[in-house]
């Protein structure tokens, strides 16, 4: 009788355990918080957006792929943008920031462009190197999804319809 009860004991605890391990692992990172400066001047506080999905993609005008990923963006911000979306690009310091103002200019981006000039915008998202990384921050702040490299409408709009409650 007493082996039996050390093994539900030790059953019990592993399960314990296992329950916890499996709840950490699925809780999302809190997103940081930052306040973004736009190319127009705008202050943009990532604490003030919570309650709203928040898209925050890193770019630069020299990566193809970023390229390629804009009409998404557009796509993502006619659509979404009156539900709550909110997007923000935000260019590595490493792009030379004429570049992205004549860029910003040629392609009236309608979300809002903010430069990184010193790198600490990307540090502060898991120390981003890679462009394009794109974000996305759920209502409540935390890191709900991230994708290194291109990604399709596909992979995103699900999600995105999740946090608007679609």
Same mark, same amino acid.
């Given at each position: ?41 705008? =202050? #943009? +506080? ?10 925050? *993609? !890193?770019?630069? /005008? ?57 790198? =600490? #915008? +990307? ?10 990384? *794109? !974000?996305?921050? /759920? ?28």
């Amino acid at each position: 009788m007493q082996i039996k009860f050390k093994h539900i004991l030790f059953g019990g605890l592993f399960f314990a355990l296992l329950a916890v391990s499996i709840f950490i692992l699925a809780s999302h990172p809190k997103a940081p918080n930052l306040t973004f400066t736009t190319l127009d001047g705008q =202050s #943009i +506080a990532l604490e003030r957006l919570h309650g709203k999905p928040v898209l925050v *993609t !890193f770019w630069a /005008t020299d990566c193809e792929n970023c390229l390629k990923e804009i009409p998404v963006f557009l796509d993502l911000y006619s659509h979404y943008h009156s539900q709550g979306l909110e997007i923000i690009g935000v260019s590595m310091y490493y792009d030379p920031p004429n570049h992205v103002v004549e860029f910003n200019k040629q392609h009236s981006l309608p979300y809002p462009i903010v430069l990184d000039i010193d790198g =600490s #915008i +990307a540090k502060a998202f898991e120390n981003t190197r890679v462009t394009p990384t *794109t !974000f996305l921050l /759920t209502p409540s702040g935390e890191i709900g999804w991230k994708k290194t490299g291109l990604f399709e409408l596909t992979q995103i709009q699900p999600k995105i319809d999740a946090f608007l409650g679609k």
